[in-house]
């Protein structure tokens, strides 16, 4: 299997392109990649492209874009992922998994228990960081788009923004509705953290059209819930994994 690499400049059949820093360091440098070996390039506007190292220097390397592959292999449903922030490993891994998983966006979020709060300088780094998390499944997965990480915003500014038609909350449901049943392939799915939602988030959830989803009959962890939920979106819209 080619190394895929993402890359943020325009690609077009043909034209002899520079390595950006990052792809140069990492697959010229760290993975001693040689002149005439192959890639997969994508820049995140849809299918991807075979190229071949044909040029390297002490700072820089040059490739040649040989074929278009027009894929995208985007599953059949798109999805909102509401994450309220949590602390350490647990949010890269919650992003991780859920751009693997398909996700369209992510939207970060706080919330009453909400463990996590970006301060100031330190933000921007953060919210890059974990965009190069989203950036490195699409690389691993096979995706050629890559989800938008937004910098957070509190629950409240967030349901008062459009959302998809389908909106789901992560929450006990006493009633055992078949939430999916009738459900759109465009969704909203809030996840809380690791302290769960409180009753008023989940009853102000309700009054903006969540439906409460139970998923099982155990609690799960904020970063194992998105995997488990966007698992079963693409089971019921025959997306692939």
């Known amino acids: 299997m080619s190394n895929r690499f993402y890359i943020d400049t325009t690609l077009n059949l043909g034209e002899r392109i520079e390595l950006t820093e990052t792809v140069f360091h990492h ?3 760290v993975l001693r990649a040689k002149v005439g070996e192959q890639a997969i390039f994508f820049n995140g506007q849809g299918g991807e492209y075979t190229v071949e190292l044909v040029e390297i220097n002490k700072k820089n390397a040059f490739v040649q874009i040989q074929t278009y592959l ?3 292999r985007t599953p059949n449903f798109q999805a909102l992922l509401g994450q309220v922030m949590s602390k350490g490993d647990r949010m890269d891994y919650a992003i991780q998994k859920a751009v693997e998983l398909g996700v369209h966006t992510i939207q970060l979020l706080t919330s009453e228990r909400c463990e996590m709060r970006l301060k100031y300088d330190r933000d921007q780094k953060k919210i890059d960081h974990w965009q190069a998390v989203a950036i490195a499944a699409c690389e691993q997965c096979g995706l050629n788009k890559v989800p938008k990480v937004l910098s ?9 923004q459009p959302l998809p038609p389908t909106r789901l909350v992560l929450a006990p449901n006493k009633e ?5 049943d009738q459900a759109k392939p465009q969704i909203a799915l809030l996840i809380g953290p690791e302290g769960g939602l409180s009753e008023s988030e989940i009853l102000q959830a309700n ?6 989803w139970c998923i099982g009959e155990r609690v799960l962890r904020t970063e194992t819930a998105p995997v488990v939920a966007l698992s079963i979106l693409n089971f019921t819209f025959k997306g692939e994994i």
């Open 27 to 29: 697959w010229v440098r």
């Open 207 to 212: 009054t903006y059209g969540f439906q409460n």
């Open 152 to 160: 957070p915003i509190s629950l409240n500014d967030w349901f008062e």
């Open 70 to 72: 027009a894929d995208d």
């Open 176 to 180: 055992q509705k078949q939430v999916l």
